[in-house]
């Protein structure tokens, strides 16, 4: 069973441009969530997502956006980057709805801001 | 506001010593707890999760203690690895009409030393 799949893995932007991550989750997996991992502040929760609705949002600012398609695949972007933003870009998946509603992670895409 | 509270950004321990993890929260409407472990240029994996309803669960060399009155979170495992080493984050999760929202500690980096 294949898990969850991020690309990019390392990508370079330079401050003002944009960004699109790309997530893949378990097959199966109807849930997709995204968190931030910047070091010293953990993973902070961005977005939620689940059958193409945004369940639940994080206290990022507007730049940040998503979205999910039918087969469940998501997208996340930023515009207008700032060097802030720097941070490895973790997307996890879950079945939602079972007990546990443990999340799966990818591996992660880190972004690098110049 | 962090809600999830990780006071100890790194741990030492000898390896086949138990090595001890904590976490605090503020929310006493969390429902349900995990610690997950992060290798270097590598997703969160899970590793073991507890229930608010219960104080303690088991899995191998791995145990998670709640002490709900303290909002105290706590991960033994003994005997420690070298393998062992790697950052641990613990997380909680709210739930709040029918959606989860799971928010994540700042980590402890656990050395396991040989």
């Known amino acids: 069973k294949a898990g969850v799949t991020q690309t990019p893995r390392y990508l370079i932007k330079t401050r003002g441009q944009q960004v699109t991550l790309s997530c893949s989750p378990i097959?199966?997996?109807?849930?997709v969530s995204w968190y931030q991992q910047t070091p010293g502040q953990g993973l902070q929760f961005l977005f939620e997502y689940f059958s193409e609705t945004q369940r639940n949002k994080g206290n990022f600012p507007g730049r940040f956006s998503g979205r999910q398609f039918s087969n469940s695949r998501s997208e996340m972007n930023v515009s207008t980057l700032e060097l802030g933003d720097s941070a490895l870009y973790l997307c996890?998946?879950?079945?939602?709805?079972?007990?546990?509603?443990?999340?799966?992670f990818g591996a992660g895409s880190r972004l690098t801001v110049l | 506001d962090q809600q999830v509270k990780q006071n100890s950004p790194s741990l030492s321990v000898q390896e086949g010593r138990i090595s001890i993890l904590n976490c605090d929260y503020t929310n006493s409407m969390f429902d349900y707890f995990l610690w997950y472990k992060k290798y270097p240029a590598e997703g969160p994996t899970f590793l073991i999760s507890?229930?608010?309803?219960?104080d303690k669960n088991e899995d191998g060399r791995f145990t998670v203690f709640l002490n709900k009155s303290a909002k105290h979170l706590s991960l033994h495992i003994v005997p420690s690895q070298p393998g062992d080493s790697a950052v641990y984050f613990c997380a909680a999760r709210s739930a709040s009409s029918g959606t989860y929202k799971y928010i994540f500690g700042t980590g402890t980096r656990l050395k396991v030393l040989a």
């Open positions: 996890a998946s879950s079945l939602y709805g079972s007990g546990a509603n443990v999340l799966t």
């Open positions: 097959s199966g997996h109807r849930s």
């Open positions: 507890i229930s608010s309803i219960k």
